[in-house]
């Protein structure tokens, strides 16, 4: 988020670039959800950064001083029962802290990405079911995601699963992740 000269945020980010996309998925899509259309033709410009990897445990406490989530132990964990209001108060904090100490590019600020920032990314330029591929069988999502039926009940470290082709990890599991806007039906 920002104008100007763009920051070098560091290895925990990716910059994508503007672009566009189909955001939604086809009706005949194996396992499609019914708020995941009408297919609409999504502009994004311009790029952003998005973070490579889900908010850790450690970063999380770093900014914010308490930890809320109930899979603790090991701080490279995704942070987990945060409410939005919490993790726009995380966003709006860590601006705060890297301004003040000028690792952060004036103008600049952290935020969490919308619903078609996140779907962009997600889909890495991929125009099938998974960033991957099709997968109807579900054959290599354990190559890519935690989910049920391989996660133990529980979340894993994060990174610990193949990256999407634009370096993002766990795009298709471990845990929710929050968007600033509401997630509804695409206006096709």
């Known amino acids: 988020l920002g ?12 910059w994508l670039p503007a672009g566009q996309f189909v955001m939604g998925s086809p009706t005949n899509e194996v ?11 999504v502009t994004l410009t311009p ?16 900014v ?17 029962s945060v409410s939005w209001t919490d993790a726009t ?8 802290r890297e301004l003040a100490a000028g690792r952060l590019t004036a103008g600049w600020g ?8 996140w779907e962009y990314a997600s889909r ?12 109807p069988g579900y054959t290599e999502l354990a190559n890519y995601a935690w989910y049920n039926a391989n996660s133990g ?6 990174g610990g699963k193949q990256p999407n082709v634009w370096g993002l990890y766990d795009m298709h599991g471990n845990v929710n992740e929050w968007c600033w806007d509401y997630a509804e039906s695409l206006p096709g």
Do not use: W
């Open 89 to 96: 108060n995380y966003c709006a904090r860590l601006t705060a």
């Open 31 to 41: 396992d499609r959800q019914s708020d995941e259309g009408p297919q609409t033709a």
């Open 3 to 14: 104008k100007g000269i763009r920051p070098t945020p560091g290895p925990r980010f990716v």
């Open 110 to 117: 952290y935020r969490l990405p919308t619903e078609a920032e």
């Open 124 to 135: 890495a330029g991929s125009t099938n079911r998974f960033s991957y591929g099709d997968d």
């Open 47 to 62: 790029g952003f950064f998005m973070g490579r990897y889900e908010v850790t445990q450690c970063e999380y406490l770093s």
């Open 153 to 158: 009940g529980t979340t894993h470290a994060v």
């Open 64 to 80: 914010i001083v308490n930890n809320p989530s109930y899979f603790s132990g090991d701080t490279n964990f995704p942070v987990v």
